[in-house]
């Protein structure tokens, strides 16, 4: 076992708490005026989102001293616990329903979003079984059909949901560590045509997916309609200019962008911070992801390496889906932007998710 270092990397654990530090900032300020319209109390959101940060935080130091070792012993009891609870919230009385999802189960007051735990624990689970296999991995029969056969196995759970977004998000991250793993381009090149037809049947089955299709190409067609959030959020990021609105000043969260304190977060930051915050965010969130590459180049064995390489690729996908969708880039796909939204699920996993990777910065050759 390699010799741990006293201390993990704390340049990506000062990215992660300044990212942190504007998030809860920018949830008040995105949430004042609906909490206060709606539960009297303008600091509701801010209030849970320091409670989810607050447990998240701690988390994050409670796994950074474990020994990253420990997921390959328990990834596979994580795995099925996970697949447990997706098909527990599909059962009417158990899974709750918000937004036509029935994506969470209720703990208290509380809420947890089973999928987004699916996306750490199939990381963890696919790290071990590639690094213990990754001779395999070349063979589409032994090495890619059982990886891939699993995660569109846990895709078509969520699915069943529905959550497209989250779904994404794990298959994209799943398919960067198979192929960093070492799999052949051309199975890639097969899976991915089979992958595009079955995209575009999942998107024809359910109306309001093509009217996402429909409003992300032209969202004027239904202003009022599917294409509703989108133009609210362009309307939000074009007056912000340069410097933007100041913090606080923001006029598209006085009921004109729906929630903004989640999925569309960026869009009121924009507004209110302008080009010159928005660029600040983008960099620190770049700087976030070059720390977690370098750790992964450094990990003493296979398994660190595709551990950090999956929690990075999650990460940056979701940065990158979440940013397209809030300035039309893409269709809408409810993703929540990292440490910034609201939510307390994709909070305290994402935090967990850091902790993962300072542990394994602790035995980096970097």
């Known amino acids: 076992m390699p010799t741990k270092k006293t201390t993990p990397d704390i340049f990506l654990m000062i990215v992660t708490f300044t990212l942190l530090a504007v998030g809860l900032i920018m949830v008040y300020s995105a949430s004042a005026v609906w909490a206060d319209y709606k539960f009297n109390d303008s600091f509701f959101f801010a209030k849970r989102q320091m409670l989810f940060a607050g447990v998240g935080i701690v988390a994050m130091f409670f796994i950074m001293n474990i020994d990253y070792w420990t997921w390959r012993t328990w990834a596979k009891v994580i795995l099925i616990i996970c697949f447990i609870l997706l098909i527990l919230v599909l059962i009417p009385g158990i899974g709750?329903?918000?937004?036509?999802?029935?994506?969470?189960?209720?703990?208290?007051?509380?809420?947890?979003?089973?999928?987004?735990?699916?996306?750490?624990?199939?990381?963890?689970?696919?790290?071990?079984?590639?690094?213990?296999?990754?001779?395999?991995?070349?063979?589409?029969?032994?090495?890619?059909?059982?990886?891939?056969?699993?995660?569109?196995?846990?895709?078509?759970?969520?699915?069943?949901?529905?959550?497209?977004?989250?779904?994404?998000?794990?298959?994209?991250?799943?398919?960067?560590?198979?192929?960093?793993?070492?799999?052949?381009?051309?199975?890639?090149?097969?899976?991915?045509?089979?992958?595009?037809?079955?995209?575009?049947?999942?998107i024809i089955s359910a109306p309001y997916r093509m009217k996402r299709i429909t409003s992300f190409l032209d969202p004027w067609q239904d202003p009022l309609g599917s294409g509703f959030q989108m133009i609210q959020s362009l309307y939000a990021i074009g007056p912000g200019g340069l410097f933007g609105l100041g913090l606080g000043q923001s006029r598209q969260k006085f009921f004109y962008l729906p929630e903004p304190q989640t999925d569309f977060i960026f869009a009121i930051l924009a507004e209110e911070l302008g080009f010159i915050g928005g660029s600040l965010i983008l960099l620190l969130f770049s700087l976030l992801l070059w720390r977690g590459i370098r750790i992964a180049l450094g990990a003493p064995d296979l398994f660190g390496t595709f551990l950090a390489t999956g929690i990075i690729a999650m990460i940056a996908i979701q940065v990158m889906i979440n940013i397209g969708v809030v300035t039309g880039l893409m269709p809408v796909t409810g993703i929540t932007l990292p440490f910034l939204s609201y939510g307390g699920s994709s909070l305290t996993l994402m935090l967990m998710a850091v902790g993962v990777l300072l542990n394994i910065s602790r035995h980096s050759r970097y």
Do not use: C, Y
């Open 96 to 202: 709750n329903v918000r937004n036509g999802s029935r994506s969470w189960i209720g703990v208290g007051a509380f809420s947890v979003q089973p999928s987004e735990f699916m996306k750490i624990a199939m990381i963890a689970f696919l790290a071990k079984f590639l690094s213990e296999n990754q001779k395999a991995i070349t063979s589409f029969k032994q090495g890619l059909f059982p990886s891939l056969g699993l995660v569109f196995l846990a895709f078509g759970l969520i699915m069943l949901q529905p959550d497209l977004g989250t779904g994404t998000v794990m298959v994209g991250t799943s398919v960067v560590i198979i192929f960093i793993a070492g799999a052949r381009i051309s199975h890639f090149v097969g899976l991915g045509l089979l992958g595009m037809a079955g995209f575009v049947g999942l």
